[in-house]
């Protein structure tokens, strides 16, 4: 299981640290992400990294914003969002897979329940 928290209503500029908490299991071994989804449109890939945290991968709107990490001692991945736009503005997912990563929703088989991110302009 995956629990996701730290969102909240924001303003433009502002930041945001979101963390994930696994239980149940240790994903220490596993590829983690973070998933975005606006109202109405699908949901998108933003930030995962590899098992040991020396690899990462962004999507091209965060790159330079937004810093992911995992501290694997404590079963948590974290997103770290600075200087935040009304665009970023969407339901973040945590997701967790055993494979490599991966920036397409079918790479992950576990998913947390989200947590809402609100930018206001």
């Known amino acids: 299981q995956l629990q996701a928290s730290g969102g909240g209503l924001v303003q433009a500029g502002g930041s945001l640290r979101l963390s994930c908490v696994a239980s149940?299991?240790?994903?220490?071994?596993?590829?983690l992400a973070w998933f975005r989804q606006a109202p109405g449109k699908e949901r998108d890939f933003v930030a995962s990294?590899?098992?040991?945290?020396?690899?990462?991968l962004y999507a091209d709107s965060v790159k330079g914003r937004f810093t992911i990490s995992r501290d694997n001692a404590k079963n948590t991945v974290y997103l770290q969002m600075n200087s935040l736009k009304p665009e970023d503005t969407a339901i973040y997912y945590c997701a967790a897979d055993r494979g490599l990563p991966a920036t397409s929703v079918g790479g992950y088989g576990s998913w947390g329940q989200g947590t809402q991110v609100t930018v206001s302009s």
């Open positions: 990294i590899n098992w040991r945290g020396g690899s990462t």
């Open positions: 149940g299991r240790t994903f220490s071994s596993y590829t």
